[in-house]
């Protein structure tokens, strides 16, 4: 009973640290401004890699109809990509409505969070199948310019950079990009609070 009376008391001697809204709001400003800017970069490297892509397709001269069967599926998944990126910065650029309506916000920042896991996922998934597809109609290729033991290296390659995308990069991205969405979620919800 006494161990219960001496933690009452300090229950009560410690008092919550109020929120500064105008810090957190500067924060999150911060964060949701550096997330746009890692979004735009990536649409720029997105759309780089396919204007690299497709001029390579049309200025290179392929043996097979293998390899154009390649570089469609690759600028296809490009173009897929690029679009969701273009949608995904607009969205996050666009949402204004950080201390109007902070409930929404929230809630609408919650809904971005899962529809990006989903991509990171779900989506990446079928990308990672088809850019394998597209290496593996590209061997084809190779298979008639570069000598045998190029060939299994260009093989060995692909296999270890699919490996690499698929178990170190993205693990590492989608835990990074979570981290960094809910750690402006928490802020907003702090805010929240203090309504």
Known sequence: MKDFDELKKLWKVQQTEPVHIEGVCKKIAQQKRKYENRLLLQTIIVALAFVAIFSIWITAT??????????????????????????????????????????????????????????????????????????????????????????????????????????????????KESQRLQEIIDNLERVCEQF
């Open 62 to 175: 392929f043996v097979t109809w293998t390899s154009h069967l390649a570089m469609i599926i690759v600028i296809a998944c490009l173009v897929f990509y690029l679009r969701i990126q273009i949608v995904d910065y607009l969205r996050i650029n666009k949402s204004s409505s950080l201390l109007k309506k902070p409930k929404e916000f929230i809630q609408d920042l919650r809904d971005y969070k899962t529809s990006r896991f989903k991509l990171n996922t779900k989506t990446y998934q079928t990308y990672v199948i088809l850019i394998s597809v597209a290496l593996g109609l590209f061997a084809f290729e190779m298979y008639f310019v570069l000598p045998f033991w190029e060939l299994l290296i260009y093989i060995a390659v692909s296999i270890m950079w699919v490996i690499l995308c698929q178990f170190v990069f993205m693990k590492h991205y989608n835990n």
